[in-house]
T-cell receptor, first 115, second 111 residues
C-alpha cells in the first residue's frame, strides 16, 4: 500500500539552528501538507501546497518556516532559526483531491527536539 | 474561528462495554474525519464522513455525522484492549483539506 514517508524520524537541534524535515508524498498525489503536534496536544495545520506554491498557511507558519518541492518526489519543511517552542512532532500529509471523497494520508512524523 | 471539541477527553472503560465519543464543531461543514493515534505514532485514518446522516462502520467502531447539529459520534461496541489509543475528529473547512482537529479523546480499555 502506498504511504507517505518522512525523514528523519527524530532530530535534536540547538536553538537558533536551521532544520529541514523531508517528506516523500504518495506518488500520484497533488496536494501536500504539513501539520504539527506539540506533545500531548492536538494536531495543528501549518501549510498546504499545490502546483509548486503555498495554497494556505496558518498563523503558526511565520517567516521562519518555508516549504519547497525541490524535485518530483520530495517535499520539505525548513525552519530557519529554531526556537524552543518549535519542539513538536511534524507530520507530512498528502492527497489527490482535497475536499473530495478521498482521505488525507499522514506520514509517520518527524519528532523535532530543540534544546 | 472554527472550534472542534471532543468529549470526553479521557475515557477508561472495561472490555466488553459500549461507549460513545462526541465531536462538536462550531461552523458549517459536511466533511469530517476520525483518526486513531497510538502513542508516539502517526494518525491512522478510520472514517471519512462526507454528508449529513452519513454512517460508517468498521469492526467495533461506528461513526456518524449530523451536519445540522454539527455533531459527529464515534461509537465503540464491546470494547477490546486493542482499541486503547487516542481518537481525534477533524473537520475540513472546505479549503484545500485544512483540517481542524479536535482535542482528542484518550481511550483506555481495561481488562
Amino acid at each position: 500500500e502506498p504511504e507517505v514517508t518522512q525523514t528523519p524520524s527524530h532530530q535534536v537541534t540547538q536553538m537558533g539552528q536551521e532544520v529541514i524535515l523531508r517528506c516523500v508524498p504518495i506518488s500520484n498525489h497533488l496536494y501536500f501538507y504539513w501539520y504539527r503536534q506539540i506533545l500531548g496536544q492536538k494536531v495543528e495545520f501549518l501549510v498546504s501546497f499545490y502546483n509548486n506554491e503555498i495554497s494556505e498557511k496558518s498563523e503558526i507558519f511565520d517567516d521562519q518556516f518555508s516549504v519547497e518541492r525541490p524535485d518530483g518526489s520530495n517535499f520539505t519543511l525548513k525552519i530557519r532559526s529554531t526556537k524552543l517552542e518549535d519542539s513538536a512532532m511534524y507530520f507530512c500529509a498528502s492527497n489527490f483531491e482535497p475536499g473530495g471523497p478521498g482521505e488525507l494520508f499522514f506520514g509517520e512524523g518527524s519528532r523535532l527536539t530543540v534544546l | 474561528e472554527l472550534k472542534v471539541e471532543q468529549n470526553p477527553l479521557f475515557l477508561s472503560m472495561q472490555e466488553g462495554k459500549n461507549y460513545t465519543i462526541y465531536c462538536n464543531y462550531s461552523t458549517t461543514s459536511d466533511r469530517l474525519y476520525w483518526y486513531r493515534q497510538d502513542p508516539g505514532k502517526s494518525l491512522e485514518s478510520l472514517f471519512v464522513l462526507l454528508s449529513n446522516g452519513a454512517v460508517k462502520q468498521e469492526g467495533r467502531l461506528m461513526a456518524s455525522l449530523d451536519t445540522k447539529a454539527r455533531l459527529s459520534t464515534l461509537h465503540i461496541t464491546a470494547a477490546v484492549h486493542d482499541l486503547s489509543a487516542t481518537y481525534f475528529c477533524a473537520v475540513d473547512t472546505g479549503t484545500a483539506s485544512k483540517l481542524t482537529f479536535g482535542t482528542g479523546t484518550r481511550l483506555q480499555v481495561t481488562l
